[in-house]
């Protein structure tokens, strides 16, 4: 595809890279609200159900960095057309499981296309934008990316009220089909021109340890053991194997990452402030979703529709944000994000049972306004020290530590929630007979079902019980909330003292930005005035510095 005609396209190429983020960032929600139907329909255990979700974060997450090196090697848009296949066709197959074991197999699948599809929109929008769009373009993809995770829940409620449990899944295949379909038509490909040999013990290291490690943080979740050998022994192997790819890595002649891009202080920030805004905002959502259905009493679906300010937030502020960093630099938006974020999540512990929802909703716009802020300049800060030939990397590490930070705030943060739920709740449950007394003191959900059993009975104890379960669960939440504000202020932190004071522009250095705020790896400097449309023209291969021709680089 010529350069002239990319750029003219560019922006209809952002729309339909838009919309294959969007279909796997939904199903990652969308579940969420299905798991009473679906576990009643199919007669799966509580379990189970953890898996059919768990099954997909686990094989998205693991299998996402090794996804982006693929895509940069044989191709990112071929890359996006099999994943969405992949996708689709599992969704169809999980629509129309019998089994919870068939469901946990088919999620696993459609993990496995997800993978595939997400890194790929990111490290196509870099090369497709030039350096003075792109922080606009990655803002939007940023604002589409939180939207994805807010209004997940919204649209399953809404397909529940009216349809079977399997439309949760198959809402995924029109989306699917038009999205291949104009991949094919719109999307340019590009690759690496200059990929070397493949490195496959540097990939399997990468999806070995990643899986373990999201393993354990997602069992430590669910059990709160966090010192047993169960949870300890997947999260250290993880750690260990994780360190050892970076260990073959840095001594490889090809390896799958150049891991002396960490020793770019915008790449290393810029990612770390992208997994602690995921920890803080993935905690809150989890606390949040349980105060407005077993504290507040609303249904699935106004629960959802009570999280939209958050996607409104986001939508706000993140297109935006990239004007803000040019003006005020990328160290100041970034920290003004994730301190928005923190104050947002403290004022949580000032929400009790009978605050108005309008001051809630004001919070939640909060948090999705820092968190609008904080996204799209971090994720930039990473892109942006990465050579566009190596962008499907630069992708996944930006995706892979948004999605382990995220299993760790619901992982951690759920964990702080259920032990200090437990706490307050004390003796309250003895009014239960003792085998019902575990499942009440575990969690909110467990003693809501419990008085309701006991309410034929004695009415009297039924209601004591839950209104000391909802009493316990606020102060549980206070607590929770202060970790989550803690976590989004260290982000601050990072971003105050790690990222770029201001973004450069030619007249400052003379200096481009492929990432304005620093040279890429190997100190060269890399011209503001790169070529319009994929940047092909005299791109130059970052490791070896020989020039790359417009033919050879294939976008």
Same mark, same amino acid.
């Given at each position: ?299 699935? &679906? /106004? !629960? ?6 958050? *996607?409104?937030?986001? #939508? %706000? +502020?993140?297109?935006? @944000? $990239? =004007? ?123 003693? &809501? /079902? !419990? ?6 009975? *004695?009415?009297?104890? #039924? %209601? +004591?019980?839950?209104? @000391? $379960? =909802? ?85």
């Amino acid at each position: 595809m010529e350069n002239e005609t990319v750029h003219r396209r560019r922006w209809l190429i952002l729309g339909v890279l838009v919309v294959c983020l969007l279909v796997v960032i939904l199903d990652n929600t969308i579940l969420n609200v299905a798991l009473k139907t679906i576990q009643a329909d199919l007669g799966a255990t509580q379990s189970q159900m953890e898996w059919a979700i768990n099954s997909y974060t686990l094989v998205f997450a693991g299998l996402m960095f090794s996804a982006g090196v693929l895509g940069d090697r044989f191709g990112r848009r071929r890359f996006l057309i099999i994943g969405m296949i992949v996708f689709g066709l599992a969704s169809v197959a999980s629509a129309f499981a019998d089994t919870p074991g068939q469901l946990i197999a088919t999620r696993a699948l459609m993990g496995i296309g997800a993978a595939m599809v997400q890194p790929q929109t990111l490290s196509v929008i870099t090369n497709v934008f030039d350096p003075s769009e792109r922080g606009k373009a990655i803002g939007i993809w940023a604002s589409f990316s939180g939207i994805g995770i807010a209004i997940g829940p919204v649209t399953g409620g809404l397909l529940l009220e009216h349809f079977w449990w399997g439309s949760v899944f198959l809402v995924n295949v029109p989306f699917v089909l038009v999205g291949v379909v104009a991949i094919a038509l719109v999307v340019p490909e590009s690759k690496d021109p200059s990929p070397g040999r493949i490195d496959p013990f540097g990939v399997l290291l990468s999806i070995a340890g990643l899986s373990l490690l999201v393993y354990g943080i997602i069992h430590g979740g669910e059990t709160t053991e966090w010192g047993s050998p169960a949870v300890l022994a997947p999260i250290l192997g993880g750690i260990a194997l994780v360190g050892l790819f970076v260990y073959v890595e840095a001594r490889s002649s090809h390896p799958s990452l150049d891991v002396t891009l960490f020793k770019n202080a915008a790449f290393s920030a810029g990612a770390v402030s992208l997994g602690l805004v995921f920890f803080a905002m993935q905690g809150a959502t989890f606390f949040l979703a349980y105060f407005w259905q077993a504290v507040r009493g609303y249904s699935p &679906l /106004e !629960a959802g529709l009570l999280v939209v300010p958050v *996607a409104v937030g986001i #939508a %706000l +502020a993140a297109p935006r @944000s $990239a =004007k803000m960093a040019k003006r005020f630099g990328t160290r100041a938006v970034v920290a003004f994000g994730m301190t928005l974020v923190g104050l947002a999540l403290g004022t949580y512990t000032f929400v009790g049972r009978d605050t108005p929802v309008w001051v809630i909703e004001i919070i939640v716009f909060a948090l999705g306004f820092g968190m609008g802020n904080t996204m799209a300049p971090a994720t930039e800060a990473v892109m942006s020290a990465v050579p566009r030939t190596k962008a499907g990397a630069g992708s996944a590490v930006n995706n892979t530590v948004r999605m382990v930070g995220g299993a760790l705030g619901v992982a951690i943060m759920g964990s702080l929630l259920s032990a200090s739920y437990r706490s307050h709740l004390g003796d309250a449950v003895d009014v239960l007979p003792a085998a019902a007394r575990d499942d009440a003191g575990e969690s909110i959900g467990g003693a &809501l /079902e !419990a008085a309701g059993r006991l309410a034929g009975e *004695a009415p009297s104890a #039924a %209601l +004591a019980l839950v209104e @000391s $379960a =909802k009493d316990a669960f606020v102060d549980a939440m206070h607590l929770t909330a202060v970790g989550s504000a803690v976590v989004a202020w260290l982000g601050a932190v990072v971003a105050l003292l790690f990222l770029p004071k201001r973004r450069r522009t030619p007249t400052d250095t003379g200096r481009g930005a492929a990432g304005a705020e620093a040279a890429e790896p190997g100190g060269d400097a890399v011209a503001e005035s790169e070529p319009p449309a994929a940047g092909v023209a005299d791109l130059k291969d970052h490791r070896s510095g020989s020039a790359v021709s417009e033919d050879e680089a294939k976008v």
